[in-house]
């Protein structure tokens, strides 16, 4: 999939079509909803092909800063994210998915959401504890996963 280069300035902000704005590397960012609650899931990139595959198979589709390398969200745990809406920022440099999520849950160490914990307290005076807004995890990542995110062989469980 080829997509449409970027034209005018009216075009990109307020035209439509899409015409994406992949940065120096390649990339986009792309933010993961629940489609249900709203809920943040998960803070991704996208290259050309993680979002042409997004938007030809309706799988989020993402690519991997740290194997540098196109990957299926699901594809090891079966915990796949379908798309029910992709939607586009003003200048056409970010994503945001909205999906389902089998299994209800996106995050690799095994919470619903990559954004677990909040920060306790704001201000020059923080000690930066963070408090846990998920209190379990949705599932098991060491039933789930042989391999961390950069595909060594996961510690055993202790």
């Known amino acids: 999939m080829q997509f449409l280069p970027q034209t005018t300035l009216f075009e990109i902000e ?5 015409q994406p704005k992949f940065d120096e590397r390649g990339l986009i960012p ?16 996208m290259n050309a092909e993680a979002l042409a595959l997004t938007i030809e198979t309706g799988l989020a589709h ?16 079966g915990l796949y994210q379908h798309v029910v809406s992709l939607v586009i920022d003003d200048d056409q440099d970010a994503v945001l998915l909205r999906v389902k999520i089998d ?21 020059a005076d923080t000690d930066f504890a963070l408090t846990f807004l998920e209190k379990e995890k949705a ?4 039933a ?15």
Request: hydrophobic letters at 25%; proline letters at 5%; a positive charge.
């Open 139 to 142: 599932f098991d990542p060491h």
């Open 103 to 123: 299994g209800g849950a996106s995050c690799h160490v095994g919470y619903r959401s990559c954004f677990f914990r909040a920060l306790d307290r704001l201000g």
């Open 14 to 18: 307020e035209g439509n079509r899409l």
């Open 62 to 77: 993402y690519y991997s800063r740290s194997r540098k390398k196109l990957w299926k969200k699901g594809e090891q745990s």
């Open 30 to 45: 792309c933010i993961t909803q629940d489609d249900a609650t709203q809920d943040v899931l998960m803070m991704g990139w």
């Open 144 to 158: 789930v996963y042989t391999t961390d995110q950069q595909g060594n062989p996961l510690p055993p469980k202790g």
